[in-house]
Every structure is written in structure tokens, then in C-alpha cells.
């Protein structure tokens, strides 16, 4: 199965659409509801990213009986320093994205935990490309 | 403890899930950083929050915690309602401080989360 999202950047209100129908979409496959909760706080995670620090975005979402492989693929201003963006406390966030409640350097930590497989790839100046693989039977 | 006691307790109002005030809770996590809610692993777990906005709901939602309370006076917005509704989320509000809400939940036997 494939699905596809797309994410506005600056657009709060409608942050965790996606991960919102992935989650309903899990649970109407009958996934196991601890893998389902991982899978959805590590793309929530992901979103709010795209949301908070790019222009625009898409989620590409693919499950078969093995796994779920999802990739976000942001037009953004790209993380110079992925190694530094992914340890816990660091973060480029705006003062707006603190007074959602993120913003405390949790985010990429917060999906390497959740997630089987974690990627991150960044251009500066052009994007940042995320890629999660979450197993099913782990 | 049921929300019916932790409403009573708190001196507060339902304004989504009123049908569910029968319904148990066991632990209670306080928090204004929803990064730190989306760490919670366990089940049966209340949030106590100031932060009232949609991002709340939406990580209530992730996190499996299907009920929030708004401490200091915040109030939810009818969007917030509407989505918390959507998704089974009870929703109250409290007048009382994080510190004060917290305090009277924990003398009263809710667990913390660790």
C-alpha cells in the first residue's frame, strides 16, 4: 500500500494531519497498537519538523506485510550539522515553535527511539530528506 | 480514580468526553513540552498541561492518552474540542496551578509515570 502526504511549512494548525490518517489507516490494518504508536510519534515527530524549520514538504508512506517504510522529503534551509542536530537538547527552533510545545532538541532523538531504521540526509540551502523503516514483527 | 473524583477533586470542568466521566485513570504525566509527552510509553496515562493548543490534542492522540487537563485558567478552543472529540479525548479544564493539579492528583493516588 502507498500513500502520499504533503506538509505546509508554518502551518501549526494542520500539523500531525498525516500522521493522524496513518494512524487510523494502522489501526484498520489490525497493527499491533505499541508498534502503531510507535510508528505515529516518530512521524509526528517528523512532520512537526517540516512544519517548524521548512517551506514545504511530502510524506511517502509504504506498508506491506513486513514493514512500514515511510520517507519525508522537505524543501527547506537543510541542517548543516546532522550529527549535532540529532543529539538530545540541540535545536535551531523558533521561538513560535517553542510556544507549540516542541522546539527542546527531542525531535530526531525522539524518532531514532521509535523507529527500527533512521536516515537522515540534509543539503543546505535546498532540504532534508527523512527515511523511517518500522518492522512490523520487531 | 475516575475523572467523575479527579473533576471533584480539582474543582473542574469536562468540556469534551462528558459521557466518559466513569472512566479509570491510573497514571498522570505534567508537562508543557509535548517532545517530552511523545516519551511517555505507558498506558492508562492522564496529561496535566498548560499548553492549550491543537498540538496538544495531536500528541494526546500519537501517545494513546485519551485525557488532558488544562491547568492556570487555560481554555480549550472549539477546534480543540472538536478534534479531542474526534478522537475519544476527554478534555478538562482546571483553574489550579500545573504544581497545585499535580499535587492533589498525586495525594489522591495517581501514579506518576516514573
Known sequence: ?138 | MTIKEVVKLLDAKVVSGEALLESEVEYAFASDLMSDVLTVEMDNVMLITGLANLQAIRTAEMSDIGKIIFVRKKRATDEMIRLAAENDIILIECDYSLFKTSGILFQNGLKPVY
Request: aromatic share 6%; hydrophobic share 40%.
Open chain 1, 1 to 138: 500500500m502507498h500513500f502520499e502526504f504533503n506538509v505546509e511549512g508554518g502551518n501549526f494548525s494542520k500539523a500531525g494531519t498525516a500522521s493522524s490518517q496513518l494512524k487510523k489507516i494502522l489501526k484498520q490494518l489490525n497493527v499491533d497498537p505499541r508498534i502503531v504508536k510507535r510508528v505515529v510519534v516518530a512521524l509526528y515527530e517528523a512532520e512537526v519538523n517540516i512544519v517548524a524549520h521548512a517551506f514545504s514538504g511530502t510524506i511517502y508512506i509504504d506498508i506491506d506485510t513486513e514493514k512500514i517504510e515511510i520517507k519525508l522529503v522537505d524543501e527547506g534551509p537543510g541542517i548543516p550539522d546532522i550529527e549535532l542536530a540529532m543529539q538530545q537538547g540541540y535545536s535551531t527552533a523558533s521561538p513560535e515553535v517553542r510556544e507549540m510545545g516542541f522546539g527542546a532538541g527531542m525531535g530526531l532523538p525522539n524518532m531514532k527511539n521509535n523507529t527500527d531504521r533512521l536516515l537522515v540526509t540534509s543539503e543546505v540551502g535546498k532540504g532534508t530528506t527523512v527515511e523511517m523503516t518500522t518492522y512490523l514483527n520487531s
